[in-house]
């Protein structure tokens, strides 16, 4: 037993773990010691709960430049061009604190994407909030909201896509995710291991303060209770200064300054250094007496572990380190040395003479304990006995309300306070197509990146829910043209040493890894949030998946109908149900497992169908079913439909059912047989269901005649957002 | 004037859209480069300013505020006193009021809330060298994104060279999106004619303000 066993525990880390400490380091570890092994071995940086399973993601493949292990996985786009990208959860701070949590959610992304050398050119997100009844949660979602646009709108990074939920399960524990995609040439790929005996530690940005002492093994590993206490812990961003280190980072990786760069997040200077030292098998020695601080009087830990944003260390050769100095002082920011790296493999810090810290830094990272979770299985899911749910008299004003619902609902109240257009190149807009789309300049070709989700159908069958995550994004893609390149992920999930949860997270990877394998898509970079669970709630496990593909620029395709006259083809089969579907509006029930090799030839039986460059609209069938999607490819349009479908088992589960790997496409008459066979080739289903015609929705479902006007149409879905909130 | 059409684009800390607005003025077959706010004076040749959109010293004080007092503003004074072209959008617009190059102030959003998208412009006053030979009331498409875009002044201080075509955005005085000083050189405009040069981006419309400065 160590001696102190309360500031051991105060900080997060277990007796077991202390006594650990002790046995690696063969001694006592001072009070800064063990504050860094205390966040460096908080879930949110070691990984601890989830590491082993994460292994069975596909991670490799052809285009793939960087896997998981650094600031952002990179893949190849031609014409010496390459994509960095990463999602990353800021749920806890966001829960706590939502304007700054967010925004400073966005800030950590970036500077991943930074460290990469990667010029930022687009953000995306995935937010989850309590039902908007719940004043709180309507709180926690505006707040989020704003943060997210502050920040990105003043870096001058577009956010161009994104996803919002909301169901109870998250009034005490909301989701906040952000995705950064950048672009780098090949040859300007950095990355963040140390080398280089005698170069020198420069600290570049903010200067250092008390805000975010903490943050990672306080707020981020361990379930919320007492909100409150926790505020100090939550950073303050500062995106003027994010903008400056952008345009500095960039212009020092061009002007060849660099050996290595790595962004200050979770656990501050601590992290950073040490990994970036265990990452190079070097040691590094730092003055913390040198460190530009903003307060006075800040103890050795507190400096160590400080997650004062918007900061970045860079390992520079001792002859560059005046070039350096002056470009940084271009730009407005300071960049002071402080320290050097060593070939100890030892993090050292001194202060006042004295050394504070003397860690080998594999201990910090590669070391960090690893825990099993116990894989307990859920009970299998009961499929709803369709008997006992009330089938709609007016099928209509059903149809009109579930477009009204917060989570169906057009998002243009959110999406229009980011600016989604900074640097001229968003060539699909938010709410234009099945996936956002970013010009590469000058190659004439696009990047097409899409966030997705699927919380209900993952609580029910975890590993139906997380292949058909990945589908639902891979489809996304492919309607709007372009081919799946590789997925970013966030496993959100509750506290996994409780109930189930531990086996829904081994489940959900394993769906999504069948998925990835099956679609060829390897999975670059990821981040993981556990204990997203309060005493009265936990989250249902919610898997974001991020992904990115590759698009000619000029053959894009939206979602909104054309013109009069088009054909409808609904691809794939009517296997829909209403099981944890959104009209159902709960995760009960039996949600269709996905079918591996058909949704697999589905995805490519759509790429095939859009690169005809001969289908005019596309629409992924996913949340609200065949009448969603219909819906909102005539609003989005300005023209109505008239239609005719099977009407299965029934009329309601025809239309608002879900599952099953669909899409809606439109093209000229001439050309539908074309894009048929197209479609066919790959063994999936299409069916020419009717018109694009006139300003109304009439369909025809096996005996049920059901009309909407769109203008209704528009009114329910325009307003259904701001409306479910109003008093 | 004689000589090429040479555009300075101003460079503040926290300029955004300068890289676009770049591109933009180099289509228009002038040279294009970058200044910086620090310097006192514009690039030997300069015949045209453009003050990109951003977020100039992250906002403090007030949108434009600082920039305003930038060492570059003078010579910026000095090339419009002679008649020479400047263009400001968005945060360009707010510094040039800030210093008096334009008439009125630039407010918040009467929604108190940031909005981007794209805004449907008629043309106010067909007189001046920024729209194109576009006839008074013809339309122009160019998205819009600010949260401090609502225009304050008397209209009949400058030349309001575009409005706002149905419901005002940011509840602007006499739907004002883009005004102009009297003697029509000086323009500022709270829409992005740089992110509307392109009709893969949703429109080209932004080409006449960019071609405004050039010598006619």
Redo the contacts between chains.
Sequence with gaps: MTTDAAIHRKLGLTDDEADRIVEMMGREPSEAELLMFSLMWSEHCSYKHSRPLLRAFPSTGDGVLQGPGENAGVVDVGDGWAVAFKIESHNHPSAVEPFQGAATGVGGIVRDIMAMGARPVALLNSLRFGELTSPRSRYLFTRAVEGIGHYGNCIGVPTVGGEVGFDDCYEESCLVNAMCVGLVRHDGMLRAAASGPGNALVLIGNRTGRDGIGGASILASAELDDDEDKRPSVQVGDPFTERKLMDCCLDLAARGLLVALQDLGAAGLTSAASEMAARGEVGLDIDLDLIPLREQGMSAGEILVSESQERMLAVVEPSRVAALVEVCTHWQLDATVIGTVTDTGSFVARMGGRVEADIPAAFLTDDAPVYGVPLVAAPAPVAIDLASLPEPTDLAAAWRSLLARPNIASKRSVYEQYDQLVGAGTLRRPGSAGAAVVRIPGTGRALAITTDGAERHCQLDPRGGGASVVFEAARNLACTGARPLAITNCLNFANPEKGSTGWRLAEVIAGMSEACTALGIPVVSGNVSLYNESVTRAIHPTPVVGMVGLVDETATVGIGFQEDGDVIIHVGSPAARLDASEWLGDARGAPPRPDIPVETATVRALLQATGLGLVRSAHDISAGGFGVALAESAIAGYLGAHVEVDGGRRADEALFGEGGGRALLTCRPRDCRDVLDAIEANGTVATVIGTVTGDRLQIRVGETNIELALADAREAWSNGLDRSWAP | MTGPDQIAVIRF??T??H??AL??AEETGARAYFAWHADTDLPPGTTAVVLP???S????LRPGAIASRAPIMNAIRRLAGDGGPVLGICNGFQVLCEAGLLPGVLRPNRTL?????QAELEVGDAETRWTGGRSRGEGISI?I?H?DGAWFGDPTDGRVVLRYLGENPNGSVDQVAGIANRDGNVMGLMP?P??A??V???SADGVALFQGLLAA
Aim: proline share 6%; hydrophobic share 25%.
């Design positions: 800390p926290g955004l859209d890289e676009s591109r933009a959109g951003g977020f010293y992250g906002d403090h809330r940031f909005i981007c998208r998205p994104k949260h992005h740089e992110e040069c392109d893969l981006l949703g």
